[in-house]
């Protein structure tokens, strides 16, 4: 079965620094996503991807984030300077449709802020 | 009005017994409901969804069940068996966005 891949599995990154995450979505997939979910808590939406721009983002999508897609396979979460607070599991994930569709999600990239 | 309220936060069934978690939202723009299951070091994975237009939607042991009028649903693992183990997740989106907005999570241990 298809699936999301999301490298690397683990990043540390000292506070202020900037980080990228990738994900490779489905390959037939035509929306993507990037969800934060903090240690112990829900998984919160952060932004969706459509057809090279975002169509729609969350209140925690600030100007420090940034999603790419740079190539026809690759999609990536920047994060401009990372704050002690970023730390979480970011989870890529990929629909083939919008709306009410299934979303599947990657294993999720662990980030840890010093 | 955007949030999905999720309980209990954890569960512990027997064996062959029958799971139950529930979750309520408060947006009536919400038209479907899917439950993700989650494994530790896994990403969420999809288990069964809803659409409000039926009252029930069973796949094999799991069941939704869906109330429109009360902004409830709940989801039903039938025989649970000890590799159900994992946390549940619900959550709900409206027909025309892509954000999913998620429950806080029910860690489910099913006992063998």
């Known amino acids: 079965e298809p699936e999301v891949t999301q490298t690397p599995s683990h990043q540390v990154t000292q506070m202020g620094q900037e980080v990228i995450l990738r994900c490779v979505p489905i390959?037939?997939?035509?929306?993507f996503y990037w969800y934060r979910q903090i240690l112990g808590q829900k998984v919160e939406f952060l932004v969706s991807?459509?057809?090279?721009?975002?169509?729609?983002k969350s209140e925690i999508f600030d100007d420090q984030f940034s999603v790419e897609r740079p190539d026809g396979s690759n999609f990536t979460l920047k994060i401009r300077s990372t704050k002690l607070e970023d730390s979480a599991m970011y989870f890529c994930a990929s629909s083939a449709l919008t709306g009410p569709q299934p979303q599947h999600f990657g294993d999720g990239t662990r980030l840890s802020i010093l | 009005q955007q949030q999905v309220k999720q309980s209990p936060q954890s569960l512990i069934v027997q064996k062959g017994g029958i799971s139950i978690i529930n979750c309520a939202y408060e947006n009536t723009a919400f038209d479907y409901f899917p439950w993700y299951q989650q494994f530790p070091g896994k990403g969420p994975a999809l288990l069964i969804a809803?659409?409000?237009?039926?009252s029930e939607k069973k796949e094999g042991r799991f069941t939704i069940s869906f109330n429109k009028s009360a902004k409830q649903f709940s989801l039903h693992i039938m025989d649970s068996q000890p590799g159900d183990s994992a946390t549940y997740f619900c959550?709900?989106?409206?027909?025309?966005?892509?954000?999913?907005?998620f429950g806080a999570g029910t860690r489910l241990t099913v006992k063998p």
């Open positions: 809803i659409r409000p237009d039926v």
């Open positions: 959550a709900a989106s409206m027909d025309r966005g892509n954000d999913m907005r």
């Open positions: 991807f459509y057809n090279n721009e975002i169509s729609e």
């Open positions: 390959s037939n997939h035509l929306y």
